[in-house]
Nanobody
Framework: QVHLVESGGGLVQAGGSLRLSCAAS????????MAWFRQALGKEREFVAT????????FYADFVKGRFTISRDNAKNTMYLHMSSLRPEDTAIYYC?????????????????WGQGTQVTVSS
């Protein structure tokens, strides 16, 4: 497993932007498929976006298409989620995840490494 630490969360007004980072350690993530999930209070953890090891394949949940962008910098062992046009319903704890298979995947049970999460709060 790889150790993952999220950062960049915070409080932002509706319509604003944030960039989340997921820093990996312990192993190089250059061969890992990675993703962002989120969990709002009282709800199930849900898929947000995923990226393949080479970044040539990305996939987004419908509710973030056109607003969020997933990216990665394998040289820095870090993945990112740029979020714009934020809405109050985007309020959640955001988690990054990784799996050694390398492909992009929206399936939560595909991932065997998880970060502790970073809180994103969007005020109206």
């Amino acid at each position: 497993q790889v150790h993952l630490v999220e950062s960049g969360g915070g409080l932002v007004q509706a319509g604003g932007s944030l960039r989340l980072s997921c820093a990996a350690s312990g192993r190089l993530i250059s061969s890992y498929g990675m993703a962002w999930f989120r969990q709002a209070l009282g709800k199930e953890r849900e898929f947000v976006a995923t990226i393949s090891w080479s970044a040539d394949n990305t996939f987004y949940a419908d509710f973030v298409k056109g607003r969020f962008t997933i990216s990665r910098d394998n040289a820095k062992n870090t993945m990112y989620l740029h979020m714009s046009s934020l809405r109050p319903e985007d309020t959640a704890i955001y988690y990054c995840a990784a799996h050694p298979g390398g492909w992009s995947s929206a399936a939560r049970d595909q991932y065997d490494s998880w970060g502790q999460g970073t809180q994103v709060t969007v005020s109206s």
